[in-house]
């Protein structure tokens, strides 16, 4: 009788080719976030033909499995997310986007394949299972307000003692996997102002209240909140990523609109800076006796990670990989949903290096020519089945 660890590296070997598969079925037939009704159809029927798993939909585009072992012990939820994005994809290869405007161009469809291997390989596992695995297959990571709120207020996580998730990462070579305990990624927070003033003619400035002269000192101004108001050790980005006013060259408009992001990891900083923000567009409207509209938008919470899952999915990944292909991961201001479990049970996000620069696989994520090297989903698959046994 080969020990697990012997039979999941046999299986592996049989399966790698089959995730490969499954991704590219997913590359080729994207869908836009709360919209994943075939994925989610692909993973439902794909799941009920493997053998222990009980099937359900927590959502209409979301599935979950459970698979329950023999011995009673803990439960572990391990999340990958499946929608794509509206993007024109400009790669040519044959498993290209056959939708116009849709594009798997974070690698939700590398995640969703190496998910279903995850599930197969332990599903012909059970008695070797203490306690239960669940998976989670969850729709809209990419839109806000994101399908893992939808799953937890479903009910996914009640019981589960941690969670875990990953990203395929551009900028990680293939080959590595990176891991690390506390902040990994930022609260995406967004913001939108309008300035309200009085159009007129361009040729009479002193007839009109401009905004779009307003609107750029707010946006000068709003520099300052990063740069001068917050702890110099505390991370955060402000980006006005917005600025519309205007329809003609002699017109001065009535009013401008800004918007554009903010991420932050600290909680405390997170109230504080949408108040600096407010009392900037209000100081300058008022100087130059303007009004003005502003809101702001808390986004999906930041992704910290607990330190304990951290260090053990750590000290599995170098047991699984060897020390020299497990890094640190380094924090990103980029947004997860997966903070959505996190507040739920203990747990660790981690990433799978899926860039190769030989091979031409440079661009990065949400590029129209984003790919991962598809090394990288078997990597994942026995990164995350190895994990399960030694935190299990
Ligand atoms: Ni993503």
């Known amino acids: 009788m080969p020990s697990p660890k012997e039979f999941i590296d046999h299986e592996l070997a049989m399966l790698s080719n089959q995730v490969v598969m499954w991704r590219r079925h997913f590359h080729e037939n994207p869908e836009l976030s709360f919209h994943e009704v075939h994925t ?4 439902y029927d794909t799941l009920c033909s493997m053998t222990n798993l009980e099937v359900t939909r927590p959502s209409p585009t979301s599935v979950m499995a459970k698979l329950i072992g023999d011995v009673p012990g803990k439960v572990i939820a391990l999340r990958a997310d499946m929608d794509a994005l509206p993007i024109e994809e400009a790669n040519v290869f044959s498993f290209a986007s056959k939708v116009p405007g849709v594009m798997h ?16 390989l332990l ?44 990203h395929l990462w551009a900028s990680l070579p293939v080959g590595l996997v990176a891991i690390a305990p506390g902040p990994l990624l930022a609260a995406p927070d967004t913001f939108r102002i309008t300035i309200i003033g009085r159009g007129g003619h361009a040729a009479s400035p002193n007839e009109t209240i401009d905004p779009i002269a ?7 101004n709003l520099q300052h909140v990063v740069s001068r108001y917050k702890d110099p050790f505390l991370p955060a980005v402000v980006s006005v990523t917005q600025f519309i006013a205007g329809t ?12 554009g992001t903010v991420r932050i990891f600290d909680k405390e900083l997170r109230d504080q800076i949408p108040e600096q923000m407010k009392r900037i567009v209000k100081g300058v409207c008022e100087a130059h006796a303007a009004t003005f509209e502003f809101v702001y938008q808390k986004g999906y919470r930041p992704v910290i990670n607990d330190a304990n899952v951290a260090s053990q999915l750590e000290a599995s990944f170098i ?40 091979a031409g696989i440079t661009y990065p994520h949400h590029h129209p020519r984003f790919t991962v090297d598809e090394d990288a989903l078997a990597i994942g698959v026995k990164g995350y089945v190895n994990a399960v046994f030694d935190l299990m």
């Open 319 to 358: 047991r699984t990989f060897g020390e020299s292909r497990v890094e640190n991961a380094e924090p990103t201001m980029g947004g997860e949903d997966f903070s959505a479990y996190l507040e739920k049970a203990p747990g660790a996000f981690f990433f799978i290096g899926a860039g190769n620069e030989r």
């Open 40 to 43: 989610s159809q692909f993973v």
């Open 214 to 220: 307003i609107g750029a000192q707010v946006v000068t």
């Open 248 to 259: 003609a060259d002699n017109v001065i408009p009535g009013s401008a609109m800004l918007a």
């Open 123 to 166: 599903s012909g596992l059970k008695n070797e299972i203490n306690g239960e695995i669940r998976f989670l297959f969850q729709h809209a990571e990419e839109l806000f307000p994101g399908g893992a709120e939808e799953m937890v207020s479903a009910g996914v996580m009640e019981g589960v003692d941690l969670v875990l998730g990953a």
């Open 105 to 120: 161009a974070c690698g939700h469809d590398g995640h969703t394949a190496i998910l279903l291997g995850v599930a197969k």
